[in-house]
Every structure is written in C-alpha cells, then in structure tokens.
T-cell receptor
Framework: AQSVSQHNHHVILSEAASLELGCNYS??????LFWYVQYPGQHLQLLLK??????LVKGIKGFEAEFIKSKFSFNLRKPSVQWSDTAEYFC???????????FGSGTRLQVQP | GAGVSQSPSNKVTEKGKDVELRCDPI?????LYWYRQRLGQGLEFLIY????????KSGLPSDRFSAERTGESVSTLTIQRTQQEDSAVYLC?????????????FGEGSRLTVL
C-alpha cells in the first residue's frame, strides 16, 4: 500500500528564513504528487502538483517542490518565508491507479515576525 | 455557492447515537471524496464517488459507516452507533473529472465530537 511520510511535524522559523519540508512516499511506479496547505481557519487548498515533466515544480506564493525519483521524495521549499506562510502543509500522493489521494500527517509551520 | 459546503460545521453527540454529515460539492464536479482527520494525524481516505460509477468504499473503517450520493450533487456520510474513536473532522472534497485534473477542492469540514 502506498504511504506518505512527513518527518517534520512542527517547524518554527523567523521571517526571511529559508524553508524545506520533507516528504517521502513509498511506491515504485508512476506517481502524481501534491502539496496542500491549510491556513488557520481556512480549508485545505492546493499549493502545487507534479504529474510529469520538469521535476522542479513552482506553485503559488513563491513555493516550489522538487521530485527526486531515486529518493522517493517531493520536498517543499521556499527561499524566504513570511509570517503569512504560517499554516499546516500536507504532502499527498496518487499512485497505482488508486482513485484517491494518500496524505501525509502534515507539518505545522509557524513563522515568527 | 462557489465552494464545497459542509454541514453541520460542529456536531456533539453521545456515544451510540447515529449522525449524518452533509456535503454539497461544487456544481459540475463529478468526483466527490470523504476524508477523516483525527487530531494530530493526516487525512484518512473514506470513500470516493465518480459520476454514476460504483463508489470506492475501500477506506470505510467499519460497517457503521456508509455514504450516499444523489447523482452528481449532495452526499451524506452516516455514522451509526457512534463511538468515541469516531471523533474527528470529516472533510469532503470535490473535483472535476477525478484525480487526473490534479486538484481537489475541500470544504471546511464537519467536526464531530462523540462524548
């Protein structure tokens, strides 16, 4: 069965610091990869996605993620975080013909002004 | 409405009671998903509807859980004889045409507390 691991459960950064959130998945075949974000008091929304092509994917609000097939990873990055990036971030994978996304347990990011 | 709508937003019930949660997807979205999020955990897939196809019920944790969808509109998730471990936020999402479009649109969830 496919699974998604997010090793950082809670990350605290100061504004302007660089961010990298880890995401690893377990599936050897073709995968579709996603990052979703949930801002305080709001619903989950798509940040970025990877289906195929360039493994470096750019999303909204300056976020990007890199798909490294050999490492089964899809880490999320941002060069300089802002206080408004405080949120919970979820990595998700769709693989093996399953019709639903498998989500990681989430990483809570707190950015201090 | 413009987004996925869920009701009730909060529900407190006693152990053993039945509850019904409702989801109104975005108009025109053929796919509808239910997920459960327990405190401090990720989203757990429950059930998936796509058009008139048979639903994918592989994520339902027990026979106390069931869901229905009327055509390509409203869905209800029913939990019978609720238990304390059913306490969670139940999230509904919809998409146009399934996962090949890449984006699920989520509602704000129904928070269920079983006393």
């Amino acid at each position: 069965a496919q699974s998604v691991s997010q090793h950082n459960h809670h990350v605290i950064l100061s504004e302007a610091a660089s961010l990298e959130l880890g995401c690893n998945y377990s599936y050897g075949g073709t995968v579709n990869l996603f990052w979703y974000v949930q801002y305080p008091g709001q619903h989950l929304q798509l940040l970025l996605k990877y289906f195929s092509g360039d493994p470096l994917v750019k999303g909204i609000k300056g976020f990007e993620a890199e798909f490294i097939k050999s490492k089964f990873s899809f880490n999320l990055r941002k060069p300089s975080v802002q206080w408004s990036d405080t949120a919970e971030y979820f990595c998700a994978v769709n693989a093996g013909g399953r019709r639903a996304l498998t989500f990681g347990s989430g990483t809570r990011l707190q950015v201090q002004p | 409405g413009a987004g996925v709508s869920q009701s009730p937003s909060n529900k407190v019930t006693e152990k053993g009671k039945d509850v019904e949660l409702r989801c109104d997807p975005i108009s025109g979205h053929t796919a509808l998903y239910w997920y459960r999020q327990r405190l401090g955990q990720g989203l757990e897939f429950l059930i998936y509807f796509q058009g008139n196809s048979a639903p994918d019920k592989s994520g339902l944790p027990s026979d106390r859980f069931s869901a229905e969808r009327t055509g390509e509109s409203v869905s209800t998730l029913t939990i019978q004889r609720t238990q304390q471990e059913d306490s969670a936020v139940y999230l509904c999402a919809s998409s146009f045409g399934g996962l090949n479009t890449g984006e699920l649109f989520f509602g704000e969830g129904s928070r269920l507390t079983v006393l």
